[in-house]
């Protein structure tokens, strides 16, 4: 029997689909539950506050470009959302004095219009925003060579290239999205072989860089944390790092600070991966099969999901 439809847009697959026994198991977790729910290849971490996290998140890149050397480059993929810890990035390499000669960078993801990537002049470039947050900050003898920055473009054989040219990706680094995605690995459309139910784990995880469409929360999210609420703003197509690449990073490290996902989001993506309960209408529960993910928490953003009225 084909499962419910969508409670946010009938046409796709998303959370709302799933068992409802889930979805109120989820809501009801407190903080010390969530914590409680590390295990082998899933940590939780939390942090008590916003300089903590952010310090924290950039640290991840500091610890992976460290292990680079001319025999063994290293590179990590980071996001766009968060963006905060990315002048932090490039103060704290600045700092150290830290050579970045033999360290690479790989772009999560960025816009699609009538099939072509947006330029860097584009307002919402992700590839303009990591330049201008991150690496423009970063003295021009530390920073890596602009060959070993790759952000995706839809050229998308020249990025998968780079993943399978030999540098090793210490860590995928990324948010979460309203619709449960990493990157924008977003939930399928309910079309097709996909009609009555969404695709398997192994379908899923076989896809690589690719154009996407984006599901109808996603624009809206994106119009709300980046353009004012304005969707018209927000293209519908993007290109993003897929599953298979994400399978040959070592490990991925997911920041919750409660500006991108909300408290039931951010509790039950949590839940599916501890207790490995895998389903692609909630893409990030996929990870429940990676050996190494960590979520981070800023404590302040958990929330909670009881009801209230504004």
Not at 254 to 262: E, K, L, P, R, S
Request: net charge negative.
């Amino acid at each position: 029997m084909s499962r419910k439809l969508s409670s946010l847009a009938p046409s796709w697959w998303d959370y709302t689909t799933l068992d409802r026994d889930l979805i109120d198991d989820a809501a009801a977790l407190t903080p010390e539950q969530i914590l409680a729910l590390s295990r082998p290849g899933f940590k939780v971490v939390f942090y008590d506050t916003l300089q903590e996290f952010y310090c924290a998140e950039a640290l991840e890149y500091i610890h992976a470009w460290k292990q680079a050397t001319p025999d063994n480059p290293t590179g990590i993929c980071g996001p766009i959302g968060p963006t905060e810890q990315l002048p932090l990035v490039a103060q704290m390499v600045n700092e150290m004095g830290l050579s970045l000669k033999n360290a690479h960078f790989w772009g999560m993801d960025e816009w699609v219009i009538q099939g072509r990537a947006v330029p860097p002049t584009h307002p919402l470039s992700f590839e303009r925003c990591d330049r201008e947050m991150c690496f423009n900050k970063i003295s021009q003898n530390l920073v890596m060579p602009d060959s070993q920055l790759h952000f995706p473009t839809e050229r998308i054989s020249e990025f998968e290239a780079s993943w399978n040219s030999g540098v090793r990706c210490v860590l995928m680094q990324g948010g979460q999205g309203d619709i449960k995605h990493w990157a924008f690995n977003d939930p399928l459309p309910r079309t097709g072989a996909n009609q009555d139910s969404p695709p398997s784990a192994v379908e899923y995880r076989a896809l690589g860089t690719r154009i996407v469409d984006l599901h109808p929360v996603t624009i809206a999210q994106n119009a709300r944390t980046s353009g004012g609420g304005n969707v018209s703003l927000v293209p519908t197509q993007a290109v993003t790092v897929g599953p298979r690449e994400t399978w040959m990073s070592e490990k991925v490290s997911i920041w919750h600070a409660g500006n991108h996902d909300n408290p039931f989001g951010q509790r039950l993506t949590a839940l599916m991966i501890s207790k490995s309960i895998v389903d692609t209408a909630v893409p990030m529960s996929l990870l429940a099969d990676h050996p190494n993910v960590q979520f981070n928490y800023f404590r302040g953003g958990i929330g909670h999901c009881s009801v209230q009225m504004h």
